[in-house]
């Protein structure tokens, strides 16, 4: 049974697939601190949040269960990725769910600012008719500066577009074309607060984007200029937004984010031109079911070890890439283990060859479960896996190279795994057979065919007669079962290797016994 915890308010309907999953308990656990996450997170296996709880590495590193983080929301700045990805846990969010929402939303922000609608509203209901006061401007013909044009940004310049605004936009990812296609001048970041009567923010909060707008960039507005964040708090210096407030600089703002949520005794809050909301720019009925049906069925997918899609700490991998690549994923993560399980010594490098059909595909993905495979050999399962596999790697110094080759044996395809340790260097190739799935075809130099699967013993030996029968022999006289066994040999009297599928684990004894057999250099036990 799985355990998972949702320790933000996440709608019922969206998460109803996961209640319904037999094997899944979902706990709803809401407002909880650091230390009572800390206390809990050790029994379930995957973490579902909105903005609130802030994922902290002692959370993560508390989480001993934890497979996954999902977050029902675009912004994962709550979460510490890097933590999540060194603990191997992968973090996915929600990023399509709540897009018209928020745009929607920075668009009444943009709205309410323009025409004063908040404090007009409180005074009326504080009962005075003032008419004098709320004197607004028009959105028409207005330049309406958007930094960051991805979804949500490209939303709200569709709906300026629709009140007959300009919109100027700046995003390091924008193309011409986009921009030619979204009908919006693709700017500068000078460019777009020079030019701009409102500047709306749709960027994540990073480290690039963190005060992106601050003291300097106020100082080449326009007097007057309007400024939104419904983005992240810290995307907008408050400081340098409240200094361009009080001089006059700044006409208004609208806030649905703040640096620090909830805020507390901000400035901003009692400032009359400032319009703000609590973080409602996801908060509808649409889109809190939009993005708890999405992380809900993915986090499903992470449990049942099925693709998945939106995860933030893993490279994405294009549809068309991980179809033809997904049949591989055995084959690489079996050559992984076969070859770690082989090699003596310290881990120094890894060379995963591809040939044949992976010629012209983007195989990183196939590397990386690769390497997942020599890790958890090496690191155990619960410590290594395809999430953490490279940061694993680079930390312990493992040099990691992928090769593509025309050279594939005659295989329709071919991928060769070579390990160099502090000792030795081995090379497994294995291949995909059309219709009967992995194989391994070269261990040590030697030509195999071998189903990669089960308990298996590796014989180095010297060619003479008599070896193989005192192996089985052994082996019988030990209740060992043989299911198939291959030999092969360098020339006739050199060395020579068997390699045998057995029906159980041999004990060490009993390898110990075959180790000390005549002609025989080593005995390795394998598992697959
Ligand atoms: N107030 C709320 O309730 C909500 C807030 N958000 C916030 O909105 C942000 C944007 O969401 P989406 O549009 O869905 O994400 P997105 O990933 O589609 O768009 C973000 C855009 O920002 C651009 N960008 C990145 N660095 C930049 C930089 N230095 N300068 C300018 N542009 C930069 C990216 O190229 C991308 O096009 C989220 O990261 C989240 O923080 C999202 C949903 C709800
Ligand atoms: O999706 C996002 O990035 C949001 O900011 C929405 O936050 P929320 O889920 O409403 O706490």
Same mark, same amino acid.
Not at 76 to 95: E, S
Not at 273 to 293: C, D, F, W, Y
């Given at each position: 049974?799985?355990?998972?915890?949702?320790?933000?308010?996440?709608?019922?309907?969206?998460?109803?697939?996961?209640?319904?999953?037999?094997?899944?308990?979902?706990?709803?656990?809401?407002?909880?601190?650091?230390?009572?996450?800390?206390?809990?997170i050790?029994?379930?296996?995957?973490?579902?949040v909105r903005?609130?709880?802030?994922?902290?590495?002692?959370?993560?590193?508390?989480?001993?269960?934890?497979?996954a983080?999902?977050?029902?929301?675009?912004?994962?700045? /709550?979460?510490?990725?890097?933590?999540?990805?060194?603990? $191997? +846990?992968?973090?996915? =969010?929600?990023?399509? &769910?709540?897009? !018209?929402?928020?745009?929607?939303?920075?668009?009444?922000?943009?709205?309410?600012?323009?025409?004063?609608?908040?404090?007009?509203?409180?005074?009326?209901?504080?009962?005075?008719?003032?008419?004098?006061?709320?004197?607004?401007?028009?959105?028409?013909?207005?330049?309406?500066?958007?930094?960051?044009?991805?979804?949500?940004?490209?939303?709200?310049?569709?709906?300026?577009k629709?009140?007959?605004?300009?919109?100027?936009?700046?995003?390091?990812?924008?193309?011409?074309?986009?921009?030619?296609?979204?009908?919006?001048?693709?700017?500068?970041?000078?460019?777009?607060?020079?030019?701009?009567?409102?500047?709306?923010?749709?960027?994540?909060?990073?480290?690039?984007?963190?005060?992106?707008? /601050?003291?300097?960039?106020?100082?080449?507005?326009?007097? $007057? +200029?309007?400024?939104? =964040?419904?983005?992240? &708090?810290?995307? !907008?210096?408050?400081?340098?937004?409240?200094?361009?407030?009080?001089?006059?600089?700044?006409?208004?703002?609208?806030?649905?984010?703040?640096?620090?949520?909830?805020?507390?005794?901000?400035?901003?809050?009692?400032?009359?031109?400032?319009?703000?909301?609590?973080?409602?720019?996801?908060?509808?009925?649409?889109?809190?079911?939009?993005?708890?049906?999405?992380?809900?069925?993915?986090?499903?997918?992470?449990?049942?070890?099925?693709?998945?899609?939106?995860?933030?700490?893993?490279?994405?991998?294009?549809?068309?890439?991980?179809?033809?690549?997904?049949?591989?994923?055995?084959?690489?993560?079996?050559?992984?283990?076969?070859?770690a399980?082989?090699?003596?010594?310290?881990?120094?490098?890894?060379?995963?060859?591809?040939?044949?059909?992976?010629?012209?595909?983007?195989?990183?993905?196939?590397?990386?479960?690769?390497?997942?495979?020599?890790?958890?050999?090496?690191?155990?399962?619960a410590?290594?896996?395809?999430?953490?596999?490279?940061?694993?790697?680079?930390?312990?110094?493992?040099?990691?190279?992928?090769?593509?080759?025309?050279?594939?044996?005659?295989?329709s395809?071919?991928?060769?795994?070579?390990?160099?340790?502090?000792?030795?260097?081995?090379?497994?190739?294995?291949t995909?057979?059309?219709?009967?799935?992995?194989?391994?075809?070269?261990?040590?130099?030697?030509?195999?065919?071998?189903?990669?699967?089960?308990?298996?013993?590796?014989?180095?030996?010297?060619?003479?007669?008599?070896?193989?029968?005192?192996?089985?022999?052994v082996?019988?006289?030990?209740?060992?079962?043989?299911?198939?066994?291959?030999?092969?040999?360098?020339?006739?009297?050199?060395?020579?290797?068997m390699?045998?599928?057995?029906?159980?684990?041999?004990?060490?004894d009993?390898?110990?016994?075959?180790?000390?057999?005549?002609e025989?250099?080593?005995?390795?036990?394998?598992?697959l």
């Amino acid at each position: 049974m799985f355990k998972v915890l949702v320790s933000d308010p996440l709608s019922e309907f969206g998460i109803q697939k996961l209640l319904d999953a037999e094997d899944v308990q979902v706990d709803r656990k809401t407002g909880l601190s650091e230390a009572e996450l800390i206390e809990i997170i050790g029994e379930y296996d995957a973490l579902l949040v909105r903005s609130q709880t802030k994922v902290t590495p002692a959370i993560i590193e508390a989480g001993k269960k934890l497979k996954a983080i999902g977050r029902a929301g675009v912004g994962v700045d /709550n979460i510490d990725l890097a933590a999540a990805t060194n603990a $191997g +846990v992968v973090v996915i =969010n929600a990023p399509d &769910g709540n897009t !018209i929402s928020t745009a929607e939303h920075s668009f009444a922000m943009i709205m309410a600012l323009a025409r004063r609608i908040p404090p007009a509203y409180k005074k009326l209901v504080d009962g005075e008719w003032d008419r004098k006061s709320f004197t607004g401007v028009e959105l028409n013909n207005k330049v309406l500066g958007v930094v960051g044009l991805g979804r949500i940004g490209a939303e709200v310049a569709k709906r300026g577009k629709a009140f007959n605004m300009k919109i100027v936009a700046f995003d390091p990812f924008l193309t011409q074309e986009r921009a030619d296609k979204l009908g919006v001048q693709f700017a500068t970041l000078e460019e777009v607060v020079t030019l701009a009567d409102f500047i709306t923010v749709h960027t994540p909060l990073t480290k690039d984007t963190k005060y992106i707008i /601050n003291t300097k960039e106020f100082e080449k507005m326009k007097d $007057g +200029v309007r400024i939104v =964040n419904c983005a992240r &708090g810290g995307i !907008i210096n408050e400081q340098a937004l409240i200094a361009a407030l009080e001089s006059g600089k700044v006409a208004g703002a609208a806030l649905d984010v703040f640096e620090q949520e909830p805020p507390l005794d901000n400035p901003l809050l009692k400032m009359p031109q400032v319009v703000v909301t609590p973080h409602l720019g996801a908060s509808t009925i649409e889109a809190q079911e939009n993005v708890a049906i999405d992380v809900s069925e993915e986090i499903l997918h992470i449990l049942h070890d099925e693709p998945f899609k939106n995860a933030v700490n893993l490279p994405s991998v294009p549809a068309n890439v991980m179809e033809k690549v997904k049949p591989y994923f055995d084959l690489n993560e079996k050559l992984g283990s076969l070859i770690a399980q082989t090699a003596v010594g310290g881990l120094k490098e890894v060379i995963v060859t591809y040939s044949g059909d992976l010629t012209d595909i983007d195989t990183a993905a196939l590397t990386r479960t690769t390497l997942k495979g020599i890790l958890a050999y090496h690191l155990g399962s619960a410590a290594a896996n395809y999430v953490n596999a490279p940061i694993l790697a680079k930390n312990r110094d493992i040099h990691v190279t992928e090769q593509k080759s025309t050279y594939s044996g005659g295989f329709s395809n071919l991928v060769t795994v070579t390990l160099k340790t502090s000792q030795e260097e081995k090379t497994v190739s294995g291949t995909l057979l059309n219709g009967y799935g992995p194989r391994i075809v070269k261990i040590d130099g030697y030509s195999v065919d071998l189903l990669p699967q089960g308990h298996l013993l590796l014989v180095h030996h010297n060619d003479r007669p008599g070896a193989i029968g005192r192996v089985g022999t052994v082996l019988g006289n030990n209740n060992v079962n043989i299911a198939t066994m291959q030999v092969g040999r360098r020339g006739v009297g050199g060395q020579a290797i068997m390699l045998l599928t057995v029906d159980k684990e041999v004990s060490p004894d009993v390898l110990d016994t075959l180790g000390e057999l005549g002609e025989i250099t080593s005995v390795t036990q394998l598992e697959l």
